[in-house]
């Protein structure tokens, strides 16, 4: 199985920028895809997409979030965070079954 | 809109069964493939299964397989997963999911299974 690994937390100030990463054990890129993506979870909620195939902004979701990465190193970057951005992040990889979710980020306020 | 509502949750003791039901709307159906995901109280998302639009291609986390069937039914725009055997570790909010291409575009709310005795 592919393990996506997360930090479990990242605290940073209101208008500033957060860096969650996400390393896979083994590469879920193709020759086309880089087959990572993002979900937000808030309290309560269930998750929703936020990023597909490493850098795709999901439709509906603010320009303030992207994700970059290839191979095993993937990152999410919201900039700047805003308040009702508190919620756990999670990565997930479709190059192989079974599809795999990592532990989870979740994003505090400084 | 997209709405997917996930029902037959509830407390079920070990050893027994639950059948779990999707109700999609606002897209069509049976060009999707569709998956079950769960969250246990308080920790991270686990895949279960999947089930291609036509039903062709079936799989299963290793941790279901041979106890959970995915199955469902296009013409009453309906995703189902029958689990039986349930076990404690089983307890878990269970999500139906619409898969675009490799991704998990939408989400339902969830439903509640609680296997204890």
């Known amino acids: 199985d592919i393990v996506l690994t997360q930090s479990p937390a990242l605290a940073v100030s209101l208008g500033q920028r957060a860096t969650i990463s996400c390393r896979a054990s083994q590469s879920v890129s193709t020759s086309s895809y880089n087959l990572m993506h993002w979900y937000q979870q808030k309290p309560g909620e269930q998750p929703k997409l936020l990023i597909y195939d490493a850098s795709n902004l999901a439709s509906g979701i603010p320009v303030r979030f992207s994700g970059s990465g290839s191979g095993t190193d993937f990152t999410l970057t919201i900039n700047p965070v805003q308040a009702d951005d508190i919620a756990t992040y999670y990565c997930?990889?479709?190059?192989?079954?079974?599809?795999?979710f990592g532990s989870g980020t979740k994003l505090e306020i400084k | 809109e997209v709405q997917l509502v996930e029902s037959g949750g509830g407390l079920v003791q070990p050893g027994r069964s639950l059948k779990l039901s999707c109700l999609a709307s606002?897209?069509?159906?049976?060009?999707?493939?569709m998956n079950w995901i769960r969250q246990a109280p308080g920790k991270g998302l686990e895949w279960v299964a999947s089930?291609?639009?036509?039903?062709?291609?079936?799989y299963y986390a290793d941790t279901v397989k041979g106890r959970f069937t995915i199955s469902r039914d296009n013409a009453k725009n309906t995703l189902y997963l029958q689990m039986t055997s349930l076990r404690s570790e089983d307890t878990a909010l269970y999500y139906c999911a619409r898969r675009d291409n490799n991704w998990f575009a939408y989400w339902g709310q969830g439903t509640l299974v609680t296997v204890s005795s």
């Open positions: 606002g897209f069509t159906f049976s060009n999707y493939g």
């Open positions: 089930i291609s639009s036509s039903s062709s291609y079936i």
């Open positions: 997930q990889q479709s190059r192989e079954l079974p599809l795999t």
